[in-house]
């Protein structure tokens, strides 16, 4: 089955400065690539998600790389605010499948 | 975008007693629901997969007997957790997947047992 490897598990920065946090995926059928914040005792929200026939998207501060060759994903913040400060979980799936998840990154904006 | 609703969203409970707990889908029709189970500063973990008029689908390690699910209409899935113990304390959070294949999540529901 689908294995999902993140990291860093933690990241701190300082406000202002940039977050990269990175994901590998073992399953080449996966198609379906989100990411989502937690925000402590809530649920996960959804903030961008990439398909496989797409190799870069962007929502205003955040965006999302895929390489399907290499089997790797990443979600780029730009401009980090404190706000931003969660845990990020990445995750793959086909279609409309279970998704795995990936260990998640707690990010650390410092004002 | 679709909106998915869980509760009870905290429960607590002496051990050996059995917890149910509700997710819906309110504005759309969920033939597929999905259980995760999230233990503290862990990542979410895929318990189940339930469909609509049929057995659910367990994932390995997740004891069927124990993690009885049920989703007898389109928009109404539960998990009820039997004979609950002290390790099952966990945060519970079902997930709906919609058209787009996007996964809507529930509000989750923190059990403790006593």
């Known amino acids: 089955g689908e294995n999902v490897e993140q990291h860093p598990s933690t990241l701190s920065v300082q406000e202002g400065d940039s977050a990269v946090i990175k994901c590998t995926y073992s399953?080449?059928?996966?198609?379906?690539f989100p990411w989502y914040k937690q925000e402590l005792g809530k649920r996960p929200q959804l903030i961008i998600d990439?398909?496989?026939?797409?190799g870069e998207k962007k929502d205003q501060r955040i965006a999302v790389t895929l390489n399907k060759t290499a089997k790797h994903f990443s979600l780029h913040i730009t401009e980090t605010q404190p706000e931003d400060s969660a845990v990020y979980f990445c995750a793959a799936s086909r279609g409309f499948q279970k998704l795995v998840f990936g260990t998640g990154t707690r990010l650390l904006v410092s004002p | 975008g679709a909106v998915v609703s869980q509760h009870p969203s905290w429960v607590i409970c002496k051990s050996g007693t059995s917890v149910k707990i509700e997710c819906r889908s309110l504005?759309?029709?969920?033939?597929?629901m999905f259980w995760y189970r999230q233990f503290p500063k862990q990542s979410l973990m895929l318990m189940a997969t339930?469909?609509?008029?049929?057995?659910?689908?367990?994932e390995q390690g997740v004891e069927k007997d124990k993690f009885l699910i049920n989703h007898a209409s389109l928009t109404l899935s539960t998990l009820t957790v039997t004979s609950a113990h002290p390790e099952d304390s966990s945060f519970y959070i079902c997930?709906?997947?919609?058209?787009?294949?996007?996964?809507?999540f529930g509000e989750g529901s923190r059990l403790t047992v006593l």
């Open positions: 504005d759309f029709q969920a033939t597929t």
């Open positions: 997930s709906a997947s919609w058209r787009t294949g996007e996964l809507f």
């Open positions: 339930s469909n609509e008029g049929s057995k659910a689908t367990y």
């Open positions: 399953d080449s059928a996966s198609n379906y």
């Open positions: 990439i398909r496989s026939n797409v």
